[in-house]
């Protein structure tokens, strides 16, 4: 990917300049999301059982965590809960399914 010049916010002055930053913006969160659902499709191989998937204690530590840190950065922390558990979700769906299609192909 080229890497273009950036424009804070501030110097940001039509709807075109705005939307090349948050485009921009989009592909390195896409790149970060690539990267940690990679660490997440290695913890379903590493979990052996589908109750591992959900870990409540962690997901509220977390949530609580990513909360706080988000507050810190002025973004709205119920907000970025939102994105985070819906994220999380998905993840626990995808450990689940994945450690059960693998207990079940080693059955047969
Ligand atoms: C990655 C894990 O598995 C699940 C997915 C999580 C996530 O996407 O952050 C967090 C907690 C989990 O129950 C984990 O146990 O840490």
């Not at 075109?16 to 499709?41: K, M, N, P, T, W």
Request: some cysteine; proline content about 5%.
């Amino acid at each position: 990917m080229s890497k273009l010049p950036t424009r804070p916010p501030e110097n940001c002055n039509t709807k075109q300049h705005i939307r090349a930053e948050i485009d921009r913006i989009d592909q390195l969160l896409l790149s970060l999301f690539a990267e940690r659902q990679g660490y997440v499709r290695r913890m379903a191989e590493i979990k052996q059982n589908p109750e591992e998937a959900f870990d409540a204690e962690r997901i509220e530590t977390m949530v609580a965590d990513i909360k706080t840190r988000a507050a810190a950065l002025d973004l709205e922390p119920e907000q970025v809960e939102e994105v985070w558990r819906c994220l999380i979700d998905w993840n626990v769906a995808y450990e689940k399914r994945t450690i059960l299609r693998r207990l079940n192909s080693s059955k047969k």
